[in-house]
C-alpha cells in the first residue's frame, strides 16, 4: 500500500473525527489530574490540522507538505502542553519522509515513529513518567518490531494500538513526573493520564487507516 498526500488528507480526517467524539472524555480525565482543557485543546488542534492538510493539493503537495502543514496549524490552535508536542511529532514525521512522493509500509512506519521521538525530544520525557510517552514510545517500538520483521501495514498498527493500550492503561499506577500533574504527589495514582489516552486514541485512528479497505 502505497500512502499518498490524498491518504494522509483522509488519515488526519480520522484522527480529528475520533478525537472530536472523545473530547469531553479527555476533559473529564485531565479535570481528574490537571486543567480539564486536555478534550479542548486536541479537538481544537487535530480540527485545525485537518483543515490545512485539506487545503493542499495533492497533486501539488508531497506527504512532507501535508506533514508540516498540520503542525503549523496544531501549533497555532493549541496554547496547552499538547501543542508544541504534537507540532514537534508532524515536524518530525514531515522531515522523516522529505523528498517522497508517496510512502511505502516501512515509510510510513518511521515517520510514525518519528512523532514519538518528536514527543519524546521536545516534552524530555521517559517512559513511566505519566505522560502520552507513555503510549507512544511502546506503540512505536512495537511497529518497527513489527515492520522489520515483515509485518504488513495493518499488523504492524494493530500491535501499534495493542501496545499504546496497554502502556495507556498502565499510567493509571504511575505518579507524573513531568506536566500539571506532577504537582499532585500520590493524588495522581488511579487515574489515567488525559495525554496518554488521547495518544491511543490517535493511534487507533491510524490503526483504523492501516486497514486494506481504507488504503
Ligand atoms: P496542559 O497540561 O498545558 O493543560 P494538555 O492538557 O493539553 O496541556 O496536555 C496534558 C498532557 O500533556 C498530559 O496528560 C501529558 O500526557 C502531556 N505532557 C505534559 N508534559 C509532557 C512532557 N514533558 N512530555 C510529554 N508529554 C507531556
Ligand atoms: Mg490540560
Redesign the pocket.
Known amino acids: 500500500m502505497a500512502i499518498t498526500t490524498k491518504d494522509l488528507q483522509h488519515l488526519f480526517a480520522l484522527i480529528a473525527a475520533d478525537i472530536a467524539a472523545n473530547r469531553d472524555h479527555l476533559c473529564e480525565l485531565?479535570g481528574a489530574i490537571?486543567?480539564g482543557?486536555?478534550g479542548l485543546?486536541m479537538d481544537a488542534g487535530c480540527e485545525a490540522a485537518v483543515k490545512a492538510v485539506a487545503a493542499l493539493d495533492p497533486a501539488q503537495a508531497a506527504p512532507t507538505a501535508a506533514f508540516n502543514a498540520a503542525a503549523k496549524a496544531f501549533l497555532n490552535a493549541v496554547g496547552?502542553?499538547?501543542g508544541p508536542?504534537y507540532a514537534t511529532a508532524f515536524m518530525r514525521a514531515g522531515a522523516a519522509v522529505k523528498d517522497r512522493q508517496e510512502l511505502g509500509d516501512e515509510e510510513f512506519v518511521r515517520a510514525f515513529a518519528a512523532m514519538a521521538e518528536g514527543?519524546q525530544d521536545r516534552?524530555?520525557?521517559e517512559p513511566g513518567e505519566k505522560?502520552?510517552?507513555d503510549a507512544w514510545k511502546p506503540a512505536a517500538d512495537a511497529a518497527l518490531d513489527a515492520v522489520a520483521s515483515g509485518a504488513s501495514l495493518q499488523q504492524c498498527f494493530g500491535l501499534a494500538e495493542q501496545a499504546a493500550r496497554q502502556g495507556c492503561d498502565a499510567t493509571r499506577d504511575m505518579t507524573a513526573a513531568?506536566?500539571?500533574?506532577s504537582r499532585l504527589g500520590d493524588r495522581v495514582i488511579g487515574h489515567i493520564?488525559?495525554?496518554?489516552a488521547s495518544a491511543a486514541i490517535i493511534i487507533a485512528s491510524i490503526a483504523k487507516f492501516a486497514q486494506p479497505h481504507n488504503g
Do not use: C, F, N, Q
Open positions: 485531565d490537571g486543567d482543557d486536555h485543546a496547552a502542553s499538547s508536542l514527543i516534552g524530555k520525557a505522560t502520552m510517552v513531568k506536566g500539571r500533574a493520564d488525559p495525554g496518554a
